[in-house]
C-alpha cells in the first residue's frame, strides 16, 4: 500500500476524533509537501481565487476554519489579508500553522461542537478540506453562517462522496430558504487529482 493509500485508510477509517487527530498529528510535518506536491491538491488555490472574486477589498477579518497547517492562511496572506484567524482540533496541525507566522490567532477547537467565537464576527470563514468522512458533520455550516457577519462570504469544500451518502445538500437549501444564507454558488471541482475524487465548493452570502 503506497503513502497516500495509507493515510486515507487511516482517515476514513478513524473511529473517533481523538484517532482521527493522531493520524493528522503524525502527518503534520510531511502534510504540505505531499498534498501539494505529491497528490495535486488545488482547493485551497480555488478557494481563495474564489473569495477574491466575491468581495472587491483585501481589508477582511476571515476565519479559516479546520485550517491545518495553514494552506489557505498562506494564500490568503499573499493576496494581502491579513487579518486571518485559524481554528483546528490537530495539535500538530496548529504547530506547523503557527510556524508560518500568517495568522493574526490560532485556537483549538472540536468543529462537530458549538464554536467558541461571537457571532457576526467574520467577515469572511472559509472551511476547505475538512467536509469530509469521519471529519466534521454538515451541521456544523450552521456556526460558520452564525460568526459570519451579515453580506460576508462563507466558502467551504465537501468532498464529493461525503456530499452525496450525507444531508448536505438538505441543510444548504434550508439555510437559503430560511434566509440565513443565500446560495451564490454549488459547483463540483476536482479535489484529490491523483486519485480523480471531487469536491462541491460552496459559496454562500450570509444574511
Known sequence: MDKQADIHVKILTASSTDELMK?????ADRYDRELLEDWGYTSPQK???LLLE?????????LDAGCGTGLVGELLKEAGISSITGIDYSPGMLARAEKKGVYEALHSMDMNL???LPSDRFDAVT???TFTSTHVKPEAVTELARVTR???TLIFT?????????NF???VTELHVSGVALIEQIRLEPYIHSEGSECRFVVLRVC
Not at 465537501?158 to 450525507?166: E, L
Request: overall charge negative.
Open 23 to 27: 493520524v493528522y498529528d503524525s502527518w
Open 47 to 49: 478557494a481563495v481565487q
Open 127 to 129: 472551511c476547505i478540506g
Open 169 to 171: 445538500i438538505d441543510l
Open 54 to 62: 466575491m468581495t472587491d477589498s483585501d481589508e477582511l477579518v476571515v
Open 114 to 116: 458549538p464554536l467558541t
Open 158 to 166: 465537501v468532498r464529493d462522496d461525503y456530499w452525496q451518502s450525507t
Open 150 to 152: 451579515s453580506g460576508g
